[in-house]
């Protein structure tokens, strides 16, 4: 098993940015990793994720090329740079693992959740 624990997020203009980390208790090495979010009344979204190994990764086109995933396996911590926010980008942000395999993008391919961490971005 491995718990998830998101940090970083936090209030930023429209164009700036923000670091999110994911901090495992376990090993992330043999974990597929990913990021969603979600606003007020609204379903849970798939932001960015990547295979175990990390060399492969997926986004969500509203995301395309202003975020990216990375991990640290050393360190046991996936990333997510967020970058020219945009108030759109205002939600919850969760972390998510799932053990092994390529990278997922349903929420449900996930059995494992942080808590969540929200970001606010202003106009």
């Known amino acids: 098993q491995v718990q998830l624990v998101e940090s970083g997020g936090g209030l930023v203009q429209a164009g700036g940015s923000l670091r999110l980390s994911c901090a495992a208790s376990g090993r992330t090495l043999s974990y597929a990793m990913g990021w969603f979010r979600q606003a007020p009344g609204e379903e849970r979204q798939f932001v960015a994720a990547d295979d175990w190994t990390g060399s492969r990764t997926s986004y969500a086109d509203s995301v395309k090329g202003r975020f990216i995933i990375s991990r640290n396996n050393a360190k046991n911590t996936v990333y997510l740079q967020m970058n020219s926010l945009k108030p759109e980008d205002t939600a919850v942000y969760y972390c998510?693992?799932?053990?092994?395999?390529?990278?997922?993008?349903?929420?449900?391919?996930?059995?494992?959740w942080g808590q969540g961490t929200q970001v606010t971005v202003s106009s």
């Open positions: 998510a693992a799932a053990y092994g395999g390529f990278f997922y993008t349903k929420a449900g391919q996930y059995g494992y």
